[in-house]
């Protein structure tokens, strides 16, 4: 077997060694140059920093930058920011309502209305001390009756009723008496009261002594007949 050729390496270029630079003087001059580059460079960086101070201003978009976002009022509409000194009131507000609140005003209380069987007369009636003929029990009144309390019977004094019966005995004296005699006894109605005939009260005297209400056999006949008897009354 013949041998491997030889093969060339390659050429390597030596590196010449380090040299230092020549020096310019002493040693005492190298560090006082190097002292006055050293100053001369802090100089320079002052000179800059002192520039960038002197022209630098503060942005004028700040308070832009900082300012309150724009408000939107009830009405859909930007408002514009307000400024520091104004004042701001808060929108008016409606008072919640209640749903299903409801105002109730009271009735009036109706007045009672007189009928053909409650005359107004007899709406105020004082029946206390009526023991016999209460609201026509035994015999009824007339319609707007004149109602007398004559010892605790009930009588009326324009109706007409039944002949020697006890309430036509009373009521006979009763028209007699005036105006020589009271009536023995007392008004128990408004009708009765406002007739202002001359009666007298136990223990109480007599009232109306100067009345010229009063009459004679004939004149009841025709007040008899304008004051028939009522069906019933209820009173």
Not at 15 to 28: F, I, Q, V, Y
Not at 145 to 161: A, H, R, T
Not at 178 to 199: L, S, V
């Amino acid at each position: 077997m013949d041998p491997p050729p030889a093969t060339s390496s390659p050429e390597v270029t030596p590196t010449p060694p380090l040299t230092s630079a020549p020096s310019s003087g002493s040693p005492r001059k190298v560090a006082a140059a190097k002292t006055a580059a050293e100053s001369s460079t802090a100089e320079t960086v002052t000179e800059v920093t002192e520039t960038v101070v002197l022209t630098t201003e503060p942005a004028p978009a700040a308070e832009a930058v900082n300012a309150p976002p724009p408000t939107e009022t009830p009405g859909n509409s930007v408002a514009a920011p307000a400024a520091e000194d104004s004042v701001v009131l808060p929108p008016l507000t409606t008072p919640p309502t209640t749903e299903n609140s409801t105002t109730t005003t009271p009735a009036p209380t109706p007045t009672p209305t007189p009928t053909a069987t409650t005359p107004a007369a007899d709406l105020e009636v004082d029946r206390s001390a009526i023991e016999k003929n209460s609201n026509g029990s035994d015999e009824p009144s007339s319609e707007n009756p004149e109602l007398w309390n004559i010892d605790g019977c009930e009588v009326d004094m324009l109706v007409k009723y039944k002949m020697g019966g006890n309430l036509w005995y009373v009521q006979s004296r009763m028209r007699e008496n005036p105006p020589k005699k009271p009536i023995p006894g007392f008004p128990i109605n408004q009708t009765a009261r406002e007739a202002m005939r001359f009666y007298s009260k136990e223990d109480e005297g007599g009232f109306n002594k100067d009345s010229k209400n009063y009459c004679a056999g004939a004149a009841w006949k025709t007040i008899e007949a304008a004051n028939p008897p009522a069906a019933k009354l209820v009173c």
